[in-house]
C-alpha cells in the first residue's frame, strides 16, 4: 500500500543551527500536510502544500512540495528550545481518500 | 476554535476487560478518526468514519470496533483489552472540505495501560 517515509527519525541540534526533516511517498499524493506534536501533547497542524513545486513560509519555518508532488521538506531556520517535539507529514493519496502520516521526526534542542 | 475532547487522559485496565474511548468535537464535522501512537511506528489509523453509522476500517482494525450514532461522537471499543493494546490513542476531525484538502484537528489523547 501507499507509505510516506520521513527522515531523520531523531535528531539533536544545538540553539541556532539549522534542521531539515524530509518526507518522501511511494506514489504522487494530491498535497502534503505537516504537524507539529509538542511532548506530551497532540499533533497540531502547521501547513498544507498543494501544487507541484510550491514553497510556504511561516517565520523560520519553510516548508517545499517536490516537482513531482512526491517529496516534501520542512527547514527550520536557527532553531529555538520551543522548536521542540515530533514534526510529522501527512499526504492525501490521488483520490482524497486517505491521510498518511510518516512516522515523525522527533527533534532536540539544546541550549 | 475547534474543539476535539477525549473522555480520559489516563486509564488502566486488565486484560480481557471491554474498554471504551470516547470522542467528542463540537464543530460539526463530517469525518472523525481513531489512531493509536506507538514509539517509533508513528500514527497509525484504527478506523474512520465520514458520516453517521458509517465506518471504514483503517490499517489497524484488529481487536477493535467503532461506533458513531451522532455526528458529534465517536466511540472507540475494545472487546476484549489486551496487554499490545497500550498505546496512546488520539481521535481526530475533520471537516468534508474537497477531497484531499481536509485538515485534521486533534484530541488531546489518551493513555491506555493494559495490565
Known amino acids: 500500500g501507499q507509505q510516506v517515509m520521513q527522515i531523520p527519525q531523531y535528531q539533536h541540534v544545538q540553539e541556532g543551527e539549522d534542521f531539515t526533516t524530509y518526507c518522501n511517498s511511494s506514489t504522487t499524493l494530491s498535497n502534503i500536510q505537516w504537524y507539529k506534536q509538542r511532548p506530551g501533547g497532540h499533533p497540531v497542524f502547521l501547513i498544507q502544500l498543494v501544487k507541484s513545486g510550491e514553497v510556504k513560509k511561516q517565520k523560520r519555518l519553510t516548508f517545499q512540495f517536490g516537482e513531482a508532488k512526491k517529496n516534501s521538506s520542512l527547514h527550520i531556520t536557527a532553531t529555538q528550545t520551543t522548536d521542540v517535539g515530533t514534526y510529522f507529514c501527512?499526504?492525501?493519496?490521488?483520490?482524497?481518500?486517505?491521510?498518511?502520516f510518516g512516522k515523525g521526526t522527533t527533534l532536540s534542542v539544546s541550549s | 476554535d475547534v474543539k476535539v475532547t477525549q473522555s480520559s487522559r489516563y486509564l488502566v485496565k486488565r486484560t480481557g476487560e471491554k474498554v471504551f474511548l470516547e470522542c467528542v468535537q463540537d464543530m460539526d464535522h463530517e469525518n472523525m478518526f481513531w489512531y493509536r501512537q506507538d514509539p517509533g511506528l508513528g500514527l497509525r489509523l484504527i478506523y474512520f468514519s465520514y458520516d453517521v453509522k458509517m465506518k471504514e476500517k483503517g490499517d489497524i482494525p484488529e481487536g477493535y470496533s467503532v461506533s458513531r450514532e451522532k455526528k458529534e461522537r465517536f466511540s472507540l471499543i475494545l472487546e476484549s483489552a489486551s496487554t499490545n493494546q497500550t498505546s496512546m490513542y488520539l481521535c481526530?476531525?475533520?471537516?468534508?472540505?474537497?477531497?484531499?484538502?481536509?485538515?485534521?484537528?486533534f484530541g488531546p489523547g489518551t493513555r491506555l495501560l493494559v495490565l
Open positions: 501527512a499526504g492525501h493519496n490521488q483520490a482524497g481518500t486517505a491521510l498518511i
Open positions: 481526530a476531525s475533520s471537516l468534508r472540505v474537497g477531497a484531499g484538502q481536509e485538515t485534521q484537528y
